[in-house]
């Protein structure tokens, strides 16, 4: 069993920086692929960024150059550094464990979420 927990979201101007972060339990982290989502009112979950075990990173092309996705395996934590924001990438974020990759990027969802952490970007 895996528990997440998300921290770092908040209300920013458009133009503007956050952090998230998503803080893993457990001491199979390492192992996993870790993945980001999104949901916007109204609007279906949507894939953002996933990282593997090793590190190679995949992303949404809607925010391909302005996010990064990390992580620290010391820390069992991975990050999501978003940069340039947008009034679009409004949504509730979510950490997902054990996401399935190809090399062309997302194949599945994994089985573990977090509770997610509202971020809002202003006009």
């Known amino acids: 069993q895996v528990q997440l927990v998300e921290s770092g979201g908040g209300l920013v101007q458009a133009g503007g920086s956050l952090r998230l972060s998503c803080a893993a339990s457990?001491?199979?982290?390492?192992?996993?692929?870790m993945g980001w989502f999104r949901q916007a009112p109204g609007k279906e979950r949507e894939f953002v960024a996933a990282?593997?075990?090793?590190?190679?990173?995949y992303y949404a092309d809607s925010v391909k150059g302005r996010f990064t996705i990390s992580r620290d395996n010391a820390k069992n934590t991975v990050y999501l550094q978003m940069n340039s924001l947008k009034p679009e990438d409004t949504a509730v974020y979510y950490c997902?464990?054990?996401?399935?990759?190809?090399?062309?990027?997302?194949?599945?969802?994994?089985?573990?979420w977090g509770q997610g952490t509202q971020v809002t970007v202003s006009s």
């Open positions: 997902n464990a054990d996401v399935g990759l190809s090399s062309a990027g997302l194949l599945r969802r994994g089985d573990y």
């Open positions: 990282i593997r075990s090793g590190g190679t990173t």
């Open positions: 457990g001491r199979t982290f390492s192992r996993f692929a």
